[in-house]
């Protein structure tokens, strides 16, 4: 197949990149690097069916030749990143997705979108399977992210029921592994870089939130199958293995070997923050015969062996 990946430079993009490349696959990846970094497909230079076009996907994609799929990933995804880009995000969750939708609709190709558990947003359903349509504050400060997303789902469903277009939504949950920035604001790289650091892991609010971790390898292979596979519905990929956040930190010091403990700050809760994330997996094992393999401190090791290179 020829792939079109956008964000290809990004955390989750690069290693997408990557899996397909090992498939047999010709890939080309999209990016305007805000918050991709070349530095993450460098390596993928030497394979003679990698390309690498820098552009927006908010603006008119002119692209040449066939393509099999166009797989959406461009967004800032972090908290830090699409507050610091809240009009981007929204751009690229409405302009890009209608946009990369003309593509594949112009190409006859497959269409995937990237989504995420966020349009749940402070779930009061738990766990969250897919009929959930969620608890979401549109002007919040994390409003731009989880419209931007929810608008592009509605927008798939449209190219879809309209014009008969082959759509794919995957809904990712937290996931984490190597070529995730240091400084995105999310907790495992804020944990793991205090740690490694010797510092204390700063802890927000009572630390009762919970989070499930799926390392990134488990969410390439849920996306390859979804490609593959001729469902329409969001299916949620993520691991429903839930814990606190002071349980993770606990771990991360365990692992890393941190004696510095942890720091309470529960008069700065952050503001949106959900209170819980655990994601229902059940269509995944139905429909796609897929369910995490990976082991959190498994992943965690090879992450924070990244993240020593980095720190």
């Known amino acids: 197949m020829r792939l079109l990946i956008t964000g290809g430079a990004g955390f989750l993009g690069s290693h997408l990149c990557e899996r397909f490349l090992a498939d047999g696959h010709m890939v080309i990846a999209m990016d305007n690097l805000i918050t991709g970094s070349m530095r993450n497909i460098d390596h993928l230079f030497s394979n003679p069916d990698f390309s690498f076009v820098q552009h927006d996907v908010s603006t008119f994609i002119d692209f040449p030749g066939d393509l099999d799929a166009v797989l959406h990933f461009a967004s800032p995804a972090s908290p830090i990143d699409y507050l610091r880009f809240p009009i981007q995000t929204l751009k690229v969750g409405a ?23 966020e349009i749940y947003g402070d779930p009061l359903v738990h766990p969250q399977d897919e009929t959930y349509v969620g ?28 014009h008969g277009l082959q759509t794919r939504i995957v809904r990712i949950f937290n996931t984490y592994g190597p070529r995730m920035r240091l400084d995105d604001g999310r907790v495992v790289p ?50 429903p293995r839930e814990m ?24 700065e809760r952050i503001k949106g923050d959900p209170q819980t994330r655990r994601p229902d997996i059940t269509r995944a094992r139905t429909v796609l015969n897929w369910e995490p393999r990976v082991d959190l401190e498994v992943g965690l090791d090879r992450t924070i062996e990244y993240f020593r290179h980095v720190v």
């Open 95 to 117: 302009l890009g997705t209608h946009n990369t939708l003309g593509l594949a609709l112009a190409k006859g190709s497959k269409f995937l979108l990237a989504s995420t558990s």
């Open 135 to 162: 608890n979401v504050d549109a002007i919040g400060p994390r409003g731009v992210y989880d419209e931007a997303k929810r608008y592009a789902e509605a927008m798939t469903m449209a190219y879809h029921r309209a």
């Open 190 to 239: 804020n944990f793991v870089g205090q740690a490694l650091r010797g510092e204390p892991l700063t802890v927000y609010g009572d630390g009762q939130q919970t989070r499930s971790f799926q390392f990134v390898d488990d969410l390439v292979e849920g996306v390859a199958r979804l490609l593959a596979s001729d469902y329409i519905d969001p299916v949620n990929i993520g691991n």
């Open 244 to 267: 606190t956040i002071l349980e993770f930190a606990e771990i991360v010091n365990r692992i890393t070997q941190n004696p510095a403990g942890i720091v309470m700050k529960q008069e």
